[in-house]
Structure formats: C-alpha cells, structure tokens
C-alpha cells in the first residue's frame, strides 16, 4: 500500500474526476434531522468520511417527498441549506457527494393523509376531554387509533404491492418529485445522483414483485420502462451532475434459492445495463438486490457468504459498458480493493461497513498505515438500524459523535499501564499512544485478545479475529509495549502516571446441587479447547455464549439441547444471524427448553422445572456446560497511589458488550 495504490488513483466520471477508487456507498444510517434535513449528526459524519480521504460519499436513502419513514428528505427548498452546507464541507477536502434518491413502496399522500386524520381526532379527543365530555372523548381516541393503525396497515400492505397497484397518475408524480428533488441536489452543490434501483423502482423491474398488466409490467421493457424514465427526468432536471444508477441483481444462493426479490436477475442485469448507459447514466454501481424480509441478504454477517459475492456480476456488465462500474458487497479488505482493480473487474470500490470501522482507510493506503477491518457482525450497524438507533460500528467508538468524541492531544509526556489485554486494554492502549504517551501492556495469558479469541471459535465467527490483529499491527507501530505473560504489580502501576484496569471477567457457574459434578463444563473452557464434551450436551443459558457454544458443539460431533429460563433462546442475537442459528438448530434437532429453570444436576442428566406450568422437567445428557453468564474479575489497586481508572468488563456491575468494551478503553484513555 502506498501513494501508488490502484485505490487512490482519480476516475473520470461523467465531466467529473473523483480523486480516488473508494466510495462509502449509501447507508441508512439515522443521523439526519427528523425533518430530514442535515443536522450536526449527520453533517460531521460525512465530513469525517471527506476527512479521511474517501472520494465518492453517497447520502442512502434521500426522499424527495415528505415521507413518514425515517430518512435523509430532500423535498422542500427550506432543506436545500442543510445539504449545501455539507457539499461545501466535502469538497474542502476533494470530495464528491452524492445523494441516493428513493421512494418508498408505498402510497406517501395517502398515508400521510390518514396519519394527520389521526392526529386531527386525537386533539378532537383531548379537546372533549377538557370540556367534559368524556363519551366524545372515548369516541374520538377510538376513531384516532383505527386511523392510525389502518395507517400502518397499509404500510405494511403497500410494502409488497404498492409497485403493483400504483396508478400511472401516481408514478408521473413520483417521477417528477425525483426530478424536482435532483434539481434541488443541484442548487445544493451536490455533486452526483444516485437513482436507488431497489426499493420501489427496483420492484417495479422485478419479474417476482412486479405482477402489472399495463406498459408498466410484462415483459422486460415494461418492467424497466419506470427506471429509464426516472433516469431520462433526472438527466433533464440535473444535466450538469453526476447520473449513477445503483443496479441491484437477485443472485443464486448456494441451494439453488433466489437471494433477493426487487431488481434484475444476472441476464437481465446486464441486458438493462446497456440500456442505462444509452439513457446517459454515468457510473452504475451492481448491488445486490432487496425485498426478501432479512437485512442479511442485502449486508450479509461474517461467515455466512463468500467474499466479494456480487463481483462476478459487476465484472459482466464492465465487458458490456464503457461507463465506469462501481462493486460492493464485502469487499472488506484495501488489498481485495486492490486486486479488483488492477484485474479490470470494476473501477470503484464500494467500502460500507468497513468506513464506518475506519473512516482513515483512504489516508491510511497513502501513508502505509494498519487498517482497522471491519468484522462484519452487523451488531452495531444493521442491527441498530432495524431497532430503529443509529448506525454506528462496534469497534470505532467515534461513529455518529465525531463532533464531539474524537481523541484528545495529550498533555506532556505520561507513562501509562494498561492491565489487561482484551478489546478494552487494547483499545486504551492505542487511544493513549495516539494522544502521544508511552504505554505498557500487562497481560498474564500468553496471547492479546481476551474473550475475543473465545468468541471466534464458533461456527461462523473466524473472522471476530480482525479486531486483534489491527491491534497487534497498530500497537507495536506506535511504540505500545505488550507484556505478555507477565502480571502487573503494584510496583509497576506506581511507576506510572495512570493506570487502566481492563482485566476482563470471569464465567460464573449456576449455584444448584451438582454443580460441582464431573460432568459440568463451561461454555468458556469448551471454546477454549480445554474441554471436549462427547455425547448429549445440555447447555444451561440460551443467551449469546450459550448459543454459539451449542452450535460449536454440533460441529464437534456432539447433540445438544439448551436450557434458558426466558421464553426465547438468543434474545440480543443479530436478527441477521439469528434464522442462521434456528436452521442450524433445526437441522441438528436441538432441544430447546426455554421457561426452564434448574434445579439440579445429577451424573445422568439436568432436573428443572417449568417457569410457567410449574412441571418437572428432567434432560438426560452425558455432559452439562456451563453457559449462565460472567462477572467482573477483581484486581486489587490497594496501595496504587497513582490515577486508576477501570475499562470493560471489570468497569461495571454488568459485564460489557464488543461496542462497550471498546468505547470504555477509549474513553478511559482519553481522559489521562
């Protein structure tokens, strides 16, 4: 990696040059103003993305009508500041912007009509009750909530047949609203415009979704008919910016299964393609299609699709066109960016998960630099996002703060001891040798990583090891000395100007008779490799560990069945990875006892009872692993007569997450 990286040489595309091959492709991420306008949020985090070296950033999901949904809106000359002020904070540092134009599936006007009908009975209501009048109170509440969830009825109706139900009136309408709001973009000073060929274009194009019998509908050039006159008003209504078509392909799982329902099969994909760039589209960036009810399909989770999976596509249709063809999909890595490149099979490198883990990525090409990598666990982008929070990546504790959370200049030369190596130690290591002080680690195992290195041995989970091999690149690289299998003494913290205790925690075992037993395990030494049930395994707790230990035991030969007292198993897992763990339990017929308490555990198998209906329950097994949970390991700091401060696990009464972890090392840091 250097200044001669395919990465970072300029692209022409259009009349415009962007200065280099890495595009942070749109993502909803949450940030923006519930009026949809760029507020301070979303303004400095795009700034930070043109900060650090990114040449193409993509808005996701810019309405150009006043929708319910929460998203980026571009619909009213009163939101055209907000955008412009952001335009001009990208191009101080070369940049281009982007805006993604969407419309939703469904019917906006109608919608919004019954949601103000709501609203309007509802006061009506509140209104009667100051008045006294309690049965039009009753009356008129009853008439709000019915609005309302006819409202949100039709939401979810309209999300799978509003393509097909629009009327051509409503389509010329939506049309021109795309084209108004790319005029806007224009007098933003925006620089491209990125039509979403999802969404509702997208199922307009769609064989599967698609079930029209007008010019809209049919055959193939009916179906893309909506799509190219979208582009052809955008052209007209924005000639002077960049058109970029995000072209979304419904791929071939590896049973044979569709993965996606709005967009183009590969055939048509590449058909359409052509067409695109005839209509005057300048760059089109192949994605892989939507609709299917699972944010997975579209960003999948580590471990459960190959790399690069929508490239082969993308490499298609660049034999067909001479327009410029972006490529996303976990990319993950600059040097797989890299190798695209110099192999021809794109021009522009889509990186979305992996900017949010490190927005520097681009300066870092330049400067030789380690790069954090994205790890693909969804938990703290896509997941957040389905629960409706912002987005944000587990591993940068700056996303979505960058106004306010960035790492502080530190004050003179400190020496600083870091007690622990896991994700918290590591992380307060880096922050507090970047803010220029010198910093040893103590760790008493033989390698970094913590309960990291645990949590990537179930199936799956390889790839969680990203995160501790940025640390053992970027520590030594700033002058961090890790001591491995060394404990830290009082000597050793008073020697220092602060000190951070990220010991971590310890696995606790359920407090029931026969607990003690031969045959119970923990989950903890089981990953570890320390221990190698055999046999029928009951795993008691059905939370994360519980349920990756299960599925690390069905790998390992074994049979399982799982002991939870909730009344689900997996209740904070990913919604992107949790059907992943019910297929392989239903494949594997894992036993689940949820609403179950223990009792006690006897040489031949677990007696319980049932939360619910108070019976007995009795789950013969050959071994019992431990899965129920962990405490903070204690560390004395007794005669420490320097600042301490505790990061992680150890921090608090609750043990701490990835995202915790991370954000308490930095935090702890950056307060030295």
């Known amino acids: ?209 698609n079930k029209r019998q007008d010019e809209y ?123 695209i490149l110099n192999n021809n099979q794109a021009d522009l490198i889509g990186y979305g998960r992996s900017l949010l883990t490190d927005p520097d990525s681009a300066l870092k090409v330049e400067r030789d630099e380690p790069i954090r990598t994205c790890l693909n666990c969804n938990k703290g982008c896509v997941d957040a996002i389905s629960d409706r929070k912002y987005a944000s990546c587990i591993l940068n504790a700056e996303n979505g703060n960058e106004e306010t959370v960035f790492i502080k200049p530190g004050e003179g030369k400190k020496e600083v001891v870091v007690v622990g190596a896991g994700i918290a130690g590591l992380e307060a290591a880096r922050v507090a040798a970047r803010r220029g002080y010198h910093v040893t680690v103590y760790e008493t195992a033989d390698k970094m990583g913590g309960q990291i290195l645990l949590a990537a041995q179930p199936p799956r989970k390889s790839e969680i090891l990203r995160a501790v091999e940025y640390y053992e690149q970027i520590l030594p690289a700033l002058g961090v000395e890790v001591k491995l299998g060394t404990p830290c003494t009082l000597e050793d913290m008073n020697a220092a100007d602060g000190v951070i205790v990220a010991v971590g925690a310890q696995n606790i075992t359920l407090p029931v008779q026969g607990a003690d037993g031969e045959n119970v395990v923990s989950a903890w030494d089981v990953l570890a490799g320390k221990v190698h049930p055999t046999g029928k395994c009951a795993v008691i707790g059905g939370g994360l560990v519980g349920t990756e230990t299960a599925e690390y035991l069905l790998e390992h030969g074994c049979q399982a069945a799982i002991v939870e007292m909730l009344d689900q198993i997996a209740a904070g897992e990913s919604s992107t990875i949790l059907p992943l763990i019910e297929k392989d339990f239903a494949d594997h017929n894992v036993e689940e006892f949820v609403k179950t308490q223990v009792t006690a555990i006897t040489p031949e198998g677990v007696e319980a009872v049932n939360t619910e209906t108070k019976e007995p329950v009795f789950i013969p097994c050959d071994f019992v692993v431990m899965a129920v949970g962990s405490r903070k390991a204690a560390f004395s700091v007794e005669g420490v007569n320097v600042p301490v401060q505790f990061a992680g696990d150890c921090s608090g009464e609750r043990t701490a997450s990835i995202a915790e972890a991370v954000r308490g090392g930095y935090h702890a840091a950056n307060e030295i």
């Open 217 to 339: 509908g049919g055959s193939f050039e009916n179906r893309v008919r909506f799509a190219l006159e979208v582009v052809r008003s955008i052209k007209e209504a924005a000639p002077d910016l960049i058109l970029e078509y995000k072209l979304p392909v419904i791929t071939v799982n590896p049973d044979g299964s569709l993965r996606g329902k709005g967009g183009l099969k590969p055939e048509e994909a590449k058909k359409f393609a052509v067409m695109l760039e005839e209509a005057g589209v300048d760059l089109i960036q192949v994605a892989q299609a939507n609709h299917t009810g699972n944010m997975g399909d579209t960003i999948p989770p580590m471990g459960t699709i190959d790399y690069c999976w929508t490239l082969p596509v993308a490499e298609e249709v660049k034999k067909l066109v001479s327009i410029p063809v972006a490529t996303v999909g976990r990319v993950v890595t600059v040097e797989r960016g890299e190798e």
């Open 1 to 209: 990696m250097s200044k001669n990286s395919p990465l970072l040489q300029p692209l022409m595309v259009g009349r415009h040059t962007l200065k280099n091959r890495i595009m942070f492709p749109p993502l909803t991420t949450g940030y923006e103003e519930r009026d949809g306008s760029i507020g301070p949020r979303s303004f400095y985090f795009y700034e930070r993305l043109a900060k650090g070296g990114v040449g193409y950033i993509a808005i996701g999901d810019v309405a150009p009508v006043n929708t319910a949904s929460p998203t980026p809106k571009l619909c009213d000359d009163r939101q055209i500041p907000s955008f412009k002020k952001l335009a001009d904070a990208v191009h101080n540092y070369d940049s281009k912007l982007a805006l993604q134009i969407f419309h939703p599936e469904y019917d906006v006007p109608g919608v919004g009509r019954m949601i103000v009908g709501s609203m309007m009975a509802a006061k009506a209501a509140q209104a009667a009750k100051e008045a006294g009048d309690l049965d039009t109170f009753k009356t008129k509440m009853a008439e709000s909530n019915e609005i309302r969830n006819q409202a949100y009825s039709k939401l979810h109706h309209d999300m799978l047949h509003f393509a097909s139900e629009a009327t051509v009136d409503q389509l010329n309408d939506i049309r021109n609203a795309m084209a108004d709001c790319a005029a806007r973009a224009a007098k933003a000073d925006v620089d491209a415009i990125e039509v979403h060929g999802d969404r509702l274009v997208g199922s307009l194009c769609s064989e599967i979704i």
